[in-house]
């Protein structure tokens, strides 16, 4: 590598743990946001079902 291996490896070795790390948040983010909407959900009840009832709602007011 012409003298330059170390500082090509630790290059490497500084990406690999930069990656790993924003691996991690990624995961610990979705699984917070997760949380978050099943929380929401038990409070106001599933997207789709509040969807259905104000088509249902937006139906009988039109008719």
Not at 20 to 28: D, N
């Amino acid at each position: 590598m012409g003298g330059y291996a170390a500082f090509i490896w630790s290059s490497y070795g500084v990406v690999a743990l930069v990656l790993a790390v924003m691996l991690v948040a990624s995961i610990t983010g979705m699984r917070a946001r997760e949380r978050e909407l099943t929380a929401l959900e038990e409070r106001v009840g599933p997207r789709r079902q509040r969807r259905q009832q104000a088509d249902l709602e937006d139906a009988r007011h039109d008719a």
